[in-house]
């Protein structure tokens, strides 16, 4: 019987590549040299520090070039609101969004059983398992899935026959 799993998953070695761009950048850049602006990672948050909202918004906009670069997908990173820090500078907590939630999970499969296909899915954690007895019905719900625009980046990965 033909499955497939539908993930969310960032490549968090290149996130990590990413943000020690944008640590070479700050340091190089006259703009941004001498200043308190800097984007650390620990577990699933990044924090970006800078002096004011105008290098924040900085720091963001070198985020998302570098996490492209990177083939890293910015839907992945989601920006909290900005607060204050020490000596008059902002910090920001980025989180790195890894996995289907059980709301988005339950909307996937409400929609793949509304549209009458022959396959089962079952949540596993923080993924989706949809398996069907041919390999056409299973194209279809990726089709069907994409086309719910998703926020979320997803991959579709383990396909087997």
């Known amino acids: 019987m033909p ?4 993930v969310s ?3 968090i070695p290149e996130v990590d590549n990413a943000v020690n761009g944008i640590e070479r950048e700050v340091k190089q850049r006259f703009d941004l040299k001498g200043r308190m602006c800097s ?3 620990s577990g699933n948050t990044l924090t970006i520090t800078a002096d004011n909202d105008m290098l924040l918004r900085q720091m963001k906009d070198l985020l998302h070039t570098y996490c492209a670069r990177r083939g890293v997908d910015s ?3 989601d920006f909290k609101s900005p607060q204050d820090a020490t000596k008059g500078s902002l910090r920001q907590d980025v989180l790195i969004r890894q996995g289907i939630d059980q709301a988005l999970g339950k909307e996937i499969i409400k929609m793949i059983k509304g ?3 022959k396959v089962q899915v079952a949540i596993q954690g923080d993924e989706l398992r949809i398996s069907g007895k041919q390999r056409d019905d299973l194209q279809i719900t990726i089709e069907s899935i994409k ?12 396909f087997r026959d």
Not at 3 to 6: I, L, N, S
Not at 147 to 158: A, G, S, V
């Open 3 to 6: 499955t497939f799993d539908v």
């Open 9 to 11: 998953k960032p490549n």
């Open 39 to 41: 984007v650390e990672r």
């Open 75 to 77: 839907g992945f990173l």
């Open 115 to 117: 549209s009458k296909l």
């Open 147 to 158: 086309e719910m625009k998703i926020t979320l980046p997803l991959q579709y990965i383990n």
